[in-house]
């Protein structure tokens, strides 16, 4: 089954700094790969997706990459500010069939400075 | 407002009390999923249901029970709550399982304390 792995666990910045958030995967088959923001306290919301046709994708400051040959994506958050504060989580799964599980990856905790 | 609503956001019990955390949402979504999250491993799924009076187990089910009698209610079941169990679990429903253009929505969290 598929398998993520996400790094780091932890990432602190400054504001006004970048920071990428790195996911890889264990299944060739996966052609979804959604992130989510959970801010402290609150719900898991989805911020961005991308699926295996594209090569990336941008929405204002985040961004998000896809490498199907190595397996791997990033989230990329430009001009970050307190507010992008979070746990970020990656996802992957095959949504071809009639169910799609989807398997996130262990989180990763975004700290920025003022 | 479209939600998923899950109640109750804290519970703290004692061992073997059994116990039901609800879950509801007014999307008319066919799929519903319950996941716990525990530091350091991120959002495991416990079971998932494609409809009503579909259910299946998620990868890590063992002492939780789930019902699907109507399509906007997935209740979740602590028959004999261990302390193990303690842990952040979250409801989600989407329209369907998990694709592109179908994103989970998530509920509040349900806290969960077992002494």
């Known amino acids: 089954g598929e398998n993520v792995e996400q790094h780091p666990s932890t990432l602190s910045v400054q504001e006004g700094d970048s920071a990428v958030i790195k996911c890889t995967y264990s299944d060739s088959a996966s052609n979804y790969f959604p992130w989510y923001k959970q801010e402290l306290g609150k719900r898991p919301q989805l911020i961005i997706d991308i699926r295996s046709n594209v090569g990336e994708k941008k929405d204002q400051r985040i961004a998000v990459t896809l490498n199907k040959t190595a397996k791997h994506f990033s989230l990329h958050i430009t001009e970050t500010q307190p507010e992008d504060s979070a746990v970020y989580f990656c996802a992957a799964c095959d949504d071809s069939g009639g169910y799609n599980k989807l398997i996130f990856g262990a989180g990763t905790r975004l700290a920025v400075h003022p | 407002e479209a939600q998923v609503t899950q109640n109750p956001r804290y519970l703290i019990t004692v061992t073997g009390k059994k116990l039901t955390v609800t879950c509801s949402q007014n999307?008319?979504?066919?799929?519903m999923s319950w996941y716990r999250q525990d530091p350091g491993l991120g959002l495991r799924q416990i079971y998932y249901s494609m409809n009503v009076e579909v259910t299946d187990k998620g990868d890590v089910p063992e002492g939780y029970k789930v019902s699907r009698k109507e399509k906007r209610n997935f209740p979740l079941i602590l028959e004999s709550p261990s302390p193990n169990q303690t842990s952040l679990y979250f409801c989600a429903s989407s329209i369907s399982a998990g694709s592109y253009n179908s994103p989970l929505h998530f509920g509040n969290g349900t806290r969960l304390t077992v002494t």
């Open positions: 999307m008319n979504h066919e799929y």
